[in-house]
């Protein structure tokens, strides 16, 4: 008798501890959110890909002025006469139209505006990923603080159920009832811990980091709700890259269009004509002193349009794939983003109820168990059936605040908010 009523004492003061609420937590490298997102951006290596790329499209810019290659060429035989000394130099430059420099201009600057919204397009989605992760392991962190709390607490009752088994004070559904809990608490334990080590190689491998990363120790709290209007709503970056596609589309059919124009072609020539009469009246020949030099000029233009008329027709083809898909895709963003606030409106209803209601009524069905442990009012088994109720609202609560905070997260997503 002496040891079940020390096994009740160790049960009531395990009640106690649980409704203390106190864990100890292992030392490791934590990071407040905002800095986790931070140092992904900087040392992440795909948001660096991306910007390279937009180095490399704002070099390119450079290239508009191109001309193409100069062209010298040199001839010596005999091209005048019998005589095979004659020598001939003429360099030629092809000039494509005036109007091709300013639509190659426009193109290039489309394809740089287009790296950079990439560019912000990878730094929202990886300030997404980032963010999405460390809320689910601060969730993951707070089941496993209430696990860490209920495990030993379930051992204590799966000993105590054990010893009045075996004293004649209870029968073997008590004991097979505390001794399954027990082990399902120890299992929900393990796994949990599991996934603790597995997102924190997520977030280590985000943000691209030789040491092991964590949340910082700061209780999670649901995130502050962002407000949308029509302003920030189209500052969606994937939404912006779709609608410059447009205009990179629309660019490039005006590039073909100017291509249709006629090319210039300037250039000159020096050379000799030996046994060539110097001058008229005179018998007097051009040796190979004398030089005789000129200018060319010319142009030059397709005379088969239709393989440049076919281009042109396609690069429209290409426009007008690039409008029709913003135009779908900004449905489905104006769809998503109508959902999704409706989701985060639900959710915040139900973390309201949770907070005001159900982790209260936890809390009281722990502290009322602990007292009618106490006092000897209470059976194991209704014991067992209370704590499994407070178990379910503070659990609910948990998985309820993070489906809220990462709702939260996917909002500010679609509305590029880092």
């Known amino acids: 008798m002496n040891q079940l009523r020390f096994a009740c004492k160790s049960l009531a003061l395990m009640l106690g501890w649980l409704l203390a609420g106190q864990v100890t937590w292992s030392q490791t490298i934590r990071l407040p959110l905002e800095q986790a997102v931070q140092q992904g951006i900087t040392n992440n290596k795909t948001v660096q890909a991306a910007q390279y790329d937009v180095n490399a499209k ?144 997520r977030l280590q491998t985000l943000l691209n980091s030789t040491e092991r990363v964590d949340t910082d120790n700061t209780t999670l709290q649901p995130r502050p709700r962002v407000m949308s209007d029509t302003v920030v709503e189209m500052n969606n970056p994937q939404l912006n890259l779709v609608r410059q596609q447009v205009d990179v589309a629309s660019k490039e059919r005006a590039l073909e269009k100017n291509t249709l124009a006629p090319e210039l072609t300037v250039g000159y020539f020096n050379q000799t004509l030996m046994g060539t009469q110097r001058a008229a009246g005179t018998t007097e020949l051009a040796t190979k002193s004398d030089r005789f030099q000129g200018f060319q000029v010319g142009v030059s233009f397709p005379l088969w349009f239709k393989p440049q008329i076919a281009r042109i027709r396609a690069a429209e083809y290409n426009r007008l794939s690039a409008q029709s898909r913003y135009e779908q895709e900004t449905r489905n963003y104006s769809g998503e983003l109508s959902a999704l606030n409706q989701e985060v409106d639900k959710l915040y209803t139900s973390l309201t109820y949770y907070q005001n209601s159900a982790l209260p009524r936890a809390e009281l069905i722990l502290k009322q168990s602990n007292l009618a442990l106490r006092s000897g009012e209470i059976s194991f088994l209704e014991l067992i059936q209370s704590l499994n109720t407070a178990a379910e609202l503070q659990v609910g609560y948990l998985e309820t605040l993070n489906n809220y905070n990462q709702a939260v997260v996917n909002l500010e997503f679609l509305l590029g908010q880092r």
């Not at 993951?140 to 209430?146: A, F, G, P, R, V």
């Not at 495990?151 to 000993?159: G, I, M, R, V, Y």
């Not at 299992?187 to 080590?197: G, H, K, S, V, Y």
Request: glycine share 4%; charged share 20%; hydrophobic share 35%.
């Open 58 to 201: 704002q070099s390119l810019r450079k290239t508009s002025s191109d001309i193409g290659r100069f062209s010298a060429m040199g001839m010596v035989g005999q091209y005048n006469s019998y005589e095979k000394g004659d020598n001939n130099i003429t360099i030629t430059q092809s000039i494509p139209f005036p109007t091709v420099f300013a639509a190659r201009a426009s193109l290039n600057a489309a394809y740089a505006k287009s790296s950079e919204l990439a560019l912000a397009v990878t730094q929202n989605e990886l300030a997404f990923r980032v963010k999405s992760t460390w809320y689910q392991l601060a969730y993951l962190h707070e089941l496993n603080k209430w696990y860490t709390r209920t495990d030993s607490l379930w051992k204590a009752f799966s000993q105590a159920s054990d010893l009045r088994q075996r004293t004649g004070e209870t029968n073997l559904l008590e004991k097979v009832t505390s001794e399954s809990r027990y082990l399902q608490a120890q299992t929900a334990l393990r796994q949990n811990q599991a996934d603790i080590e597995i997102y924190t190689m």
